[in-house]
């Protein structure tokens, strides 16, 4: 509601103005003004004219300065070297401000219009349990996801299940050939079991045991077949992917669609997508050399060698999948799938089997795949092969890409990881080199927990134990989502857990200060029974922190368009700064004056209402105390 109003009032008065001097057309915007000197909105506009109209941007700004005629909620100005600002009247922005509620600012960042979206995020490989590298895609993807549909798109959130790869032949291998139990030992999580044990000490004996070795070959061969290594290897992926999903149930983290790789390559999704390929000529034949007999995509990336997709025996490589699920996501192919509840739950699983579908996921107007940096490339050559389709004209197949995390050497000592000379360790899977999420989380929780019972010496087990499970997941979900996705994250469980600082746990302690405040006043706001509520919010940090407040709409607008959660993460965090300065600065309820108190009371409700919505954007349960 808010800024989002007026921005698009200037963009109607400034496409008027642009014709009535005759302009040409640019595509130009209204952004957010950083600093408020200024005012709070500005265009560029008159650069993007300067070139084609040969003139000076500051003569250009005020030409169209001039032209704008605006009621006396808004001011335009000129400022060097030549940019058009817009002040926004505080009378109106406060009134507006602390009126504001969630239904109406949904209304208000309504960008998605019931567009239909794909996410794919998670996608773990079904061999081992979640680890805090895994755990910064979920929160990204569940954060974006939250975007999403709060900006009006139909989303679907989708995960990924490789269950006929290297890493799952490892498992199976392991309790066929290798004496592993399929009982994992001291109640140990299943999905820990055969991640932590299974997993790496198979890679470990292979070195040394030939045979076994072999019967990883073997393995594989018979996981794209329909035999009974497949079917017995479904049971298994299926018990550890049931437990990878009480760990994303922890997180609070939610999945519509689990797609198996098993059911793309038994589908006929491939044999669709090759005639595309060879018909449009998407592949061309090699005649000669070393790849003579092979379909080769030849790529326009610079510094990029052409893709193999089928090799000269006729066999396929495995960005073959790849190419089906990303054809089937944007609609270059119909549906391939049905789809049953996964483990009698509401969560929907692709299949093959001869049912009726009463579902339709694909065909979506974009697709989002989140995977880490390491499969750009890759991701690239996808892109571009889909581009080439002729039944591709207006759908975006999007790779979100994001750094890895790796540990510090505190936190990976009190795990119990070697860490020699290193200062940032590295983690590996296949040697067991890692710290998976919910231990992570246990081990935040257990410091939390004792920090909480200390504080709330007369409150139940049980409400110390769900405030201090809160807190954790808070604590884990602001530490990987306050950095840029290009930014390596060096985890440490210890700064992940001060309460002031840039971190969860001050954001809970933050929005439980505007709590307390408001049960303590018995305050029910009626900003009607307050007169001229902008003039008793008059102190720069009062102004400051309501203009910020006003800027939410746009801020999630834009986190929305640039698909980046950490907006939303900074944002949040600043407010939170904003509001404890301005609790130091204004005393509210030992403030006489009743009028200026309830007029603060109501900027301090208005507040936790925006928290409300930004915590439920980033994923973090609030609290009342903590």
């Not at 808010?2 to 009535?20: P, T, W």
């Not at 720069?540 to 999630?556: G, R, T, V």
């Not at 108190?597 to 409700?605: D, G, I, K």
């Amino acid at each position: 509601m808010i800024l989002r109003k007026y921005k698009s009032i200037i963009k109607d008065e400034m496409d008027r103005a642009l014709k009535e001097i005759n302009f040409p057309e640019v595509d130009y915007q209204i952004k957010e003004n950083t600093n408020p000197e200024y005012g709070e909105l500005y265009t560029n506009i008159p650069f993007m004219l300067s070139k084609s109209l040969k003139k000076n941007p500051m003569d250009i700004a005020n030409e169209i300065q001039k032209e704008l005629v605006f009621d006396q909620s808004i001011i335009s100005e000129v400022s060097k070297p030549g940019y058009v600002n817009f002040k926004i009247n505080y009378k109106n922005l406060c009134e507006e401000t602390l009126r504001n509620e969630i239904t109406q600012l949904k209304e208000s960042v309504n960008i998605g219009e019931n567009q239909k979206v794909i996410l794919e995020h998670t996608s773990v490989n079904p061999n081992k349990a979640l680890h805090i590298g895994h755990a910064r895609n979920l929160f990204i993807g569940d954060t974006l996801a939250r975007m999403l549909r709060f900006t009006g798109y139909d989303l679907t959130v989708m995960n990924y299940i490789d269950d006929s790869g290297l890493q799952v032949a490892d498992i199976i291998v392991g309790m066929k050939y290798g004496g592993f139990s399929e009982i994992p030992e001291n109640n140990m999580k299943f999905d820990e079991y055969a991640g932590d044990k299974i997993y790496v000490k198979i890679n470990e004996l292979y070195e040394n045991d030939k045979e076994l070795a072999g019967k990883r070959e073997y393995v594989l061969k018979e996981l794209e077949k329909k035999s009974e290594i497949r079917q017995y290897a479904k049971e298994i992926t299926n018990k550890i992917l049931k437990a990878q999903l009480e760990t994303a149930k922890r997180l609070d983290a939610k999945y519509d669609l689990l797609v198996f790789e098993s059911d793309i390559i038994f589908s006929n999704g491939w044999k669709i997508i090759l005639d595309k390929l060879k018909e449009e000529k998407i592949i061309q034949l090699e005649k000669e050399g070393d790849l003579s007999g092979a379909w080769i995509f030849k790529t326009n990336f610079k510094n990029e060698t052409d893709k193999v997709i089928i090799r000269s025996d006729g066999t396929s490589t495995y960005i073959a999948k790849d190419i089906v699920l990303a054809a089937w996501k944007i609609g270059i192919i119909n549906e391939i799938f049905n789809y049953l509840p996964f483990n009698n739950t509401e969560l929907l699983a692709t299949t093959l089997d001869n049912i009726e579908n009463k579902y339709n996921f694909h065909n979506n107007m974009k697709s989002i795949t989140l995977i880490d940096a390491r499969q750009s490339r890759l991701q690239k050559i996808i892109k571009e092969i889909l581009n080439q389709f002729n039944d591709n004209k207006d759908k975006i197949y999007e790779h979100l890409s994001y750094e890895i995390v790796s540990l510090s050497k505190g936190t990976a000592e009190t795990l119990g990881i070697r860490t020699e000379d290193k200062k940032i360790i590295q983690m590996s899977g296949r040697k067991g080199m890692y710290i998976n999420v919910d231990k992570a989380l246990d081990i935040i929780k257990n410091k939390v927990y004792e920090e909480t019972k200390l504080r709330n010496i007369n409150e139940s087990e049980e409400w110390i134990d769900n405030t201090a499970e809160k807190i954790s997941i808070a604590a884990f979900r602001y530490e990987l989502l306050k950095n840029d996705l290009d930014k390596i994250i060096v985890f440490d469980l210890n700064n992940s857990l001060k309460l002031d600082g840039e971190t969860g746990p001050y954001l809970l302690y933050t929005f439980a200060r505007a709590t307390s405040i408001l049960e303590k006043s018995e305050f029910q706001p009626k900003i009607e029974q307050i007169k001229n509520i902008h003039e008793c919010l008059n102190q720069p940090h009062e102004i400051e922190l309501i203009k910020n407040m006003a800027k939410i709409d746009i801020i999630i607008e834009e986190s929305v368009k640039n698909m980046s959660p950490m907006r939303i993460a900074k944002f949040t965090y600043n407010l939170c700064n904003l509001f404890n300065s301005f609790y130091e600065k204004s005393p509210v309820l030992r403030e006489e004056d009743k009028n200026i108190m309830n007029s603060r009371l109501f900027l301090v409700n208005s507040f936790r209402n925006s928290l409300i919505i930004l915590f439920d954007l980033l994923g973090i349960n609030y609290l009342d105390r903590i």
